[in-house]
């Protein structure tokens, strides 16, 4: 079968597509363009998506570019959304596998804040209303679409939680201007597109970033936003200055034991469409020990510097996240001087409560004695910095 011409993934038959669904042709400012043809060069020529892969990346580049449309439409419509700020932003930040979603899914149970929902990810326009925010129909559209995917692959349950109303990290909304190498990686080995991303500035990536938030919060204000973004680790300066008020949480925990289960989380999303996980080569930042120490490093060093206050930073170790997290997410507020109510306190307990951090499958990862040797030499200095215990 020539899956390629069933399923084509070139940017005339996407563009076509997503214009006549949604009646729009205006994408915007231009900026996009490249890194989209990037990824479609990449997509054909590395990934050696499957049938099922391509179905998937079909189907997720149209939501985006529809997505893409439809932001731009409203903007065009309703201008006084550039005039929306976002205040104290409190950003994820660390090593995936790290207890980053449990926290962020925790924090975002505050009344007074809001994580990003994926359905608003998925489908941003029209912009979400206060009053019908935990109604919307198109929860249950993005429910359907996301259960879809966990069929294909049941183990995806023990990896992580995906829904309609979970929180989802930054990286989706990065995409709708396809500057996301985190969301792309994760369903098809793009090494190219990962190298051109690396050499792209991140500002163009983090004032999209800013202008998807505006338009979410318009009619659904917040106190704060609970974002998260492992990528944005290799970000804070600019981040600063797009959000310079924004409070980064890290949580630290054994990075060998990390790596581990993120090496698998990502054979597993990538298996669903490519029958050779790895091959590529792409997302070795995350998952090659020595890349991925080498971004901690580099961010310790911006904080002796003072190029990253440290008073920007929040740092908790997982363990204590897991022996007691109301005290651990109270001290996080006082770090910031942020407002933590009793309305908000009582909304997270009542997470805490409902989610204990045994109710999901486990996810089981092993590692040999030789690759433990060799990431704990990686992470030595980031261990011994931050006092983060071994846990393998």
């Not at 050696?48 to 079909?58: A, F, K, Q, S, V």
Request: glycine residues 6%; negative net charge.
């Amino acid at each position: 079968m020539d899956i390629s011409g069933v399923v084509p993934l070139d940017e005339r038959s996407l563009i076509a597509s997503a214009t006549a669904a949604c009646g729009l042709t205006d994408f915007g400012a231009e900026d996009w363009r490249e890194p989209f043809r990037v990824l479609l060069k990449a997509l054909d020529e590395e990934a050696e998506l499957n049938l099922m892969g391509r179905l998937r990346m079909r189907s997720e580049l149209l939501l985006l570019l529809e997505a893409r449309l439809r932001i731009e439409d409203t903007y065009k419509r309703h201008p006084e959304i550039e005039q929306e700020k976002i205040v104290e932003p409190i950003i994820i930040i660390g090593q995936g596998r790290s207890g980053t979603s449990f926290l962020q899914n925790v924090l975002a149970a505050n009344p007074d804040s809001a994580g990003l929902s994926q359905w608003e990810a998925m489908f941003p326009c029209p912009p979400p209303e206060q009053a019908t925010y935990k109604t919307d129909p198109r929860i249950a559209k993005a429910d359907a679409l996301i259960k879809q995917w966990n069929r294909v692959t049941p183990s995806m349950t023990a990896v992580h939680e995906f829904g309609g109303t979970v929180p989802i990290e930054d990286c989706e909304i990065l995409s709708i201007n396809f500057m996301s190498p985190s969301w792309f990686g994760c369903f098809a080995q793009v090494r190219s597109y990962d190298a051109y991303m690396a050499s792209c500035d991140p500002m163009l990536v983090l004032r999209y970033h800013e202008r998807v938030l505006k338009l979410l919060q318009w009619r659904n204000p917040r106190e704060h936003w609970v974002l998260k973004e492992i990528p944005h680790l290799d970000r804070l300066e600019p981040l600063l200055r797009i959000y310079p008020d924004a409070c980064f949480v890290w949580p630290h925990r054994d990075p060998v034991k990390a790596l581990a289960s993120g090496i698998s989380a990502i054979g597993t999303l990538q298996w669903t469409g490519c029958d050779h996980v790895f091959k590529g080569g792409s997302l070795e930042w995350i998952s090659n020990p020595f890349l991925s120490a080498a971004r901690f490093n580099r961010v310790i060093d911006q904080i002796e510097s003072g190029v990253v206050p440290r008073e920007r930073i929040f740092h908790m170790l997982y363990r204590d996240l897991v022996r007691d997290p109301m005290a651990t997410l109270e001290a996080l507020y006082r770090h910031f001087g942020l407002r933590l109510s009793d309305v908000g306190r009582r909304g997270m307990a009542q997470y805490l409560a409902d989610n204990p951090r045994d109710a999901r499958p486990s996810h089981k990862v092993s590692m040999s004695a030789e690759d433990i040797a060799r990431a704990r030499e990686a992470y030595d200095r980031y261990q011994r910095y931050f006092d983060v215990p071994s846990e393998v």
